[in-house]
């Protein structure tokens, strides 16, 4: 069965780093795009970034342009997203989603697969 488990989140300080993983397993991933989003408390899930099937396309929500970067490694059928400069509007729980048509998508609908998410608290 397909399924994606993310990785790597935690607390950090503003201005600090984190990467978080995502595993692919169950099926190869290496056709999908994949994507990341985040939900904080109270608000709806919201994009944040995404690579193509090649990795030759990325996209970036504006918010997190130039500090963010996502990439992804398909030997080991893994995506990473790099997350540096962090705020505290950054806190949310981070999920890693599945697209299948491979171009990359900013919407929710879009995805197929979705993984269980991973806490990013970001403190003040």
């Known amino acids: 069965q397909a399924q994606l488990v993310e990785s790597g989140g935690g607390l950090v300080q503003a201005g600090g780093s984190l990467r978080l993983a995502c595993a692919a397993s169950g099926r190869t991933f290496s056709d999908y795009a994949m994507g990341w989003f985040r939900q904080a408390p109270g608000k709806e899930r919201e994009f944040v970034a995404a690579i193509s099937w090649r990795g030759g396309r990325t996209y970036y929500e504006d918010s997190v342009k130039g500090r963010f970067t996502i990439s992804r490694d398909h030997a080991k059928n893994m995506v990473y997203l790099q997350m540096n400069s962090l705020k505290p509007e950054d806190t949310a729980v981070y999920y890693c989603?599945?697209?299948?048509?491979?171009?990359?998508?900013?919407?929710?609908?879009?995805?197929?697969?979705w993984g269980q998410g991973t806490q990013v608290t970001v403190s003040s």
């Open positions: 989603a599945a697209e299948s048509s491979g171009l990359g998508s900013t919407r929710r609908e879009d995805y197929d697969y």
